[in-house]
């Protein structure tokens, strides 16, 4: 288990070393890529060799953020750090070669699984940026509008643009700060939060007239076949939280989407709830798991035979509530 | 034309007021009814007596903000304040009797068209939440949780939380310090920004179904008549920003959705357009008018053709920029 460690001391160890290479979790959201853009961007300004380890999984709208950031096969370092990574099976493929060789790991997540030799965990951060902010602001980095944009990116997205509870008072005072700066914001906002391709649009299109509701309405759930997807050309990014989209329908307290996988009949289920339903108790009845708002597990076809059998366990979490 | 006066100065003629009542807009919005519950109970915690004049049109949403504080018959004021109101016929039916009487104004809209005695105009705020922060500041207010609520619900709505273009530094710090203050913002973001009605549901759901793409698929758009609204039971809550969704889709500079109204064959036009399409030019061509980026007009039916006209002089625009 890692040595949990301060603020203080995950400085000490950037400051000691002289080359340093990040990883990102594997399918890299905003928080991962932003906060390993910013800290590597503020060790470079501290006169740092500092690289962040590509990853494979990365998609068109963060890759920019990392630009001039991958490290090259010959890249010299002498500390490994894990950025928002919480556990080692979200390491990459090729990023796996350094599952045993994390020395430091920067998280929020409460369900770190302390792999690294050291641990700077902040559970109630809304992001792992909100770390990264407060580690550069004690390591005296002075910050660029590269480095703002970054954790702008890391914040905005893990709070939702600042609409989900894990916001904090932290996650607002960075933003003020980095449009003050002079951070062209919107753009980022329209990406991330507004556009939608036109197969996500057919996509959601598809999945409401799919929507099927429990007799008390408190259920929502839809399926959607491979087939299709490929008909259309949609890719995992189109797909992206979908399920959260049942939860918007006034009275809905647990909505459940499935999606065939690529290569099987098996669906890919993700269940979403309100509070006090526990997705996490949904999905375990199918060997899955997760957090109390938010699981997933992967059930068998036919994908309306599926639907109907998490709806019948979801129906039991909510008469257990 | 009103004065315009500064912060100081409007902060001056509130502290030699003894009896102040407060106007809201027509179609009260929570920056409106957000700015006048902070300012009224800003002022009663200076000891004042302070009046929201009732607005008959505040929904059920919003109205929890103003419960103790709607001015009764007998309300004795003497400063008429407008909060957030532009010009004269935003006054709503009850509250034209002051249409010459407003002795002060506080504002952020720049078409705000000085009625007013005197105005105090911040054009670049996101909302007259920030105004009316700025003014309690002054004034020596004490915050508590209420006015926290009333200026996070105003400053949030009137930047789509902290995701429109028009976001400030200040529109950010508010909301820290609202957090910081205890506030819990979540049901409020889930009020304003997540919950959908059934009724509003199925309305997104026939209108991405009833939605008609130009060739280039820059313009989108779709109708929808009043016998299926009244079908459903659709209020004008449920039909707000539509046309927004329209903008969502990548690809789409003009969006345009066609309602009919209540008692006509007539339907009312919302256009909607991104950078540098300028809906309220092509709102015009039908006797509309509006801003650059959101106009609306009202047309004949046939639902079918009025959309073609609208769809023809939205090429149009679209060809001259």
Not at 159 to 167: A, D, I, M, P, Y
Not at 194 to 213: C, G, N, P
Request: proline letters at 4%; one cysteine or more; charged letters at 25%.
């Amino acid at each position: 288990m890692a040595e949990t460690i301060d603020l203080l001391t995950a400085a000490r160890r950037l400051t000691a070393a002289e080359g340093v290479l990040l990883l990102t979790h594997r399918r890299p959201d905003g928080d991962t890529v932003g906060s390993a853009a910013a800290l590597c961007r503020g060790l470079r300004r501290l006169g740092k060799a500092a690289w962040v380890f590509p990853n494979e999984d990365l998609t068109p709208r963060l890759a920019f953020l990392l630009e001039d950031l991958l490290a090259p096969p010959a890249a010299q370092y002498d500390l490994v750090a894990a950025v928002d990574l919480a556990d080692i099976p979200l390491l990459t493929t090729s990023a796996a070669q350094f599952a045993k060789k994390v020395d430091l790991c920067l998280d929020h997540h409460p369900s770190n699984t302390g792999y690294a030799a050291e641990l700077l965990l902040y559970p109630k951060a809304a992001a792992t940026g909100e770390v990264i902010y407060q580690l550069l602001r004690l390591l005296g980095v002075s910050f660029d509008l590269k480095i703002w944009e970054a954790l702008y990116i890391a914040v905005a997205t893990d709070t939702g643009c600042f609409r989900f509870s894990n916001t904090t008072p932290l996650s607002h005072r960075i933003a003020a700060e980095a449009l003050e700066a002079g951070l062209d914001f919107h753009p980022h906002n329209r990406t991330f939060f507004e556009k939608k391709s036109k197969t996500r649009f057919l996509i959601e299109k598809r999945m409401l007239d799919a929507m099927t509701f429990s007799s008390d309405g408190r259920i929502a759930a839809a399926w959607i076949e491979r087939d299709w997807l490929k008909e259309i050309g949609a890719t995992d990014d189109d797909l992206d939280n979908l399920s959260t989209l049942t939860m918007t329908i006034d009275g809905v307290d647990c909505g459940i989407i499935l999606t065939q996988e690529k290569t099987s009949s098996d669906y890919k289920v993700s269940v979403r709830t309100h509070m006090p339903a526990d997705a996490s108790r949904v999905c375990r009845e199918f060997g899955g798991g997760g957090h109390p708002r938010a699981a997933g597990c992967t059930v068998s076809g036919p994908g309306k035979q599926a639907m109907e059998k998490l709806m019948a366990a979801a129906q039991g979490e909510l008469a257990r509530c």
